[in-house]
């Protein structure tokens, strides 16, 4: 799993949807995966955000879709 930088996200701080190479063993890339969150989620809630991932084949077509709620992260860092 290789995260894609973000131009915009390096150049001027803005958080945008992460992106990411997914490769086989060989180093070849199989799929990517995209982060699907609102902007107010990103900036006022980071890495506890709720978000949702996208797993994508070559031909663009969504395999997978995972869904992580915000709450449980929250709670997870209460009871820390």
């Known amino acids: 799993l ?6 915009l996200e ?14 086989n063993g060989a180093g070849m890339q199989i799929y990517y995966a995209i982060e699907d969150t609102e ?3 990103r900036v006022c809630c980071g890495h506890y955000r709720g978000f949702s991932i996208y797993i994508i084949d070559n031909l663009n077509q ?3 879709k995972l869904n992580f709620k915000e709450e449980k ?3 997870k860092k209460k009871n820390s």
């Open 62 to 64: 969504v395999l997978k």
């Open 10 to 23: 390096t150049y001027s701080g803005w958080d945008e949807n992460n992106k990411y190479l997914i490769k």
């Open 73 to 75: 992260y929250l709670k």
């Open 2 to 7: 290789h995260q894609v930088p973000s131009l």
């Open 39 to 41: 902007t107010c989620m």
